[in-house]
């Protein structure tokens, strides 16, 4: 079956702790997202890409980073410099950008 | 930036009463698309309108697009407790920007 695999589920990161969350994808989907929810809230985007090898910043991009080196994985890093990380992670995938988009299951990253 | 505000935040219903949200934005759209998460879930693609003053039904669901193409709703007809849930629209603004901008969603209860 196609779709978009997101691991771990649940992550917890230590203080001063760098740690990557996975997303792929076997959809053959050229863009990819991530976004943060935090309760109660909208999506709000970190990073996308619209082709391997390239990416640009969303709206709160600070605190984190991504490679697209592969069409199927888009990593999201968290870093030490996130300073309130603790939220529900969500990875999509769409054939070309403005095209609907199918999200992976997610992963609850919470601070040790 | 652009935005997509969509009300309202919360709505609660008892089974069998009707439920709207509706989305807006300041500027004239490419596309809207309509958006499901379940608790705990992820969202899931409902729909997308392209054209002024489309209308699209999906059973109990009827998904409008304004004529000027900046505001949209989604109307459920008769709740059932299978509808609970937090549903997004989200923006399309085509050119070269790649990425939807979501509103904050609506969540729906549905009392029994």
């Known amino acids: 079956d196609g779709g978009i695999t997101q691991s771990p589920k649940y992550l917890f990161r230590k203080e001063g702790q760098n740690v990557t969350l996975s997303c792929e994808q076997n959809l053959n989907h050229d863009a990819m997202y991530w976004y943060r929810q935090d309760p109660g809230q909208g999506l709000r985007l970190i990073y996308y890409s619209q082709i391997v090898n390239d990416f640009q910043k969303g709206d709160i991009a600070e605190g984190y980073s991504v490679s697209r080196e592969k069409k199927e994985s888009f990593p999201l890093t968290v870093t030490s410099a996130q300073k309130n990380p603790t939220a529900f992670y969500l990875c999509?995938?769409?054939?070309?950008?403005?095209?609907?988009?199918?999200f992976g299951d997610g992963t609850r990253l919470s601070i040790l | 930036g652009q935005q997509v505000m969509q009300i309202p935040q919360y709505q609660h219903v008892q089974e069998g009463e009707d439920f709207t949200t509706y989305c807006n934005s300041s500027t004239t759209l490419s596309n809207i698309q309509w958006y499901k998460q379940r608790p705990g879930g992820h969202p899931v693609f409902l729909i997308q309108?392209?054209?002024?003053?489309e209308v699209k039904k999906q059973k109990r669901l009827t998904f409008q697009f304004g004529e000027a193409k900046k505001n949209s709703s989604l109307h459920i007809t008769a709740t059932q407790t299978t509808d609970v849930g937090t549903y997004f629209c989200a923006g399309n603004y085509g050119g070269s920007q790649g990425n939807l901008i979501f509103g904050k969603g609506t969540k729906l209860s549905v009392k029994p």
């Open positions: 999509a995938s769409s054939g070309r950008s403005h095209q609907p988009q199918h």
């Open positions: 309108l392209v054209k002024s003053g």
